[in-house]
């Protein structure tokens, strides 16, 4: 999840990213980038949302196949919001706040599947995407983070 805000960041689109171990386990993943899409795409209008959405961020928009063809991405380690998909299907629960156009968009899941559609919750001068997840206990074993491991793993990123 954090290489997809650091794919946001080289794009130039971002300047910011932050990564929060929560006191219930969860984590926070925040950026000030474009927000992901939450127009209408079809995939979205069939009630999947964000968590397509967030697929979708390898979508074919020309400005985006720019940014591939240019090598925009050729140093993070994301995998253009594939990541974020199974991050969200290995979660107990996985909540995605999109700060877009002025608005602030919401949606829930729990295992992976939405508990509801994509809600249009506010209004925000802000702009990026933020995902709190929660791993979930009955795929991995531990479910505890060791905050030194975080801390060097989040230091060799490209920053």
Not at 41 to 66: I, K, L, S
């Amino acid at each position: 999840m954090v290489d997809n805000s650091i794919d946001e960041a080289m794009a130039g689109f971002a300047k910011n990213i932050s990564v929060t171990v929560n006191t219930d386990g969860s984590v926070t993943v925040e950026d000030d980038g474009r927000g992901i899409p939450v127009e209408t795409p079809r995939t979205a209008v069939q009630g999947n949302g964000p968590r397509d959405v967030h697929a979708r961020r390898r979508d074919v928009r020309p400005e985006v196949r720019r940014q591939f063809e240019k090598g925009a991405y050729q140093t993070s380690g994301g995998l253009h919001g594939v990541g974020v998909t199974v991050v969200n299907f290995l979660s107990q629960w996985c909540e995605v706040e999109v700060y877009r156009d002025g608005h602030v968009y919401q949606q829930e899941y729990e295992r992976g599947i939405p508990t509801g559609p994509v809600k249009k919750i506010g209004a925000t001068k802000k702009r990026g995407t933020k995902t709190t997840f929660k791993p979930d206990a009955t795929v991995f074993q531990v479910t505890k983070y060791v905050f030194d491991t975080l801390y060097k793993r989040l230091q060799e990123l490209p920053s």
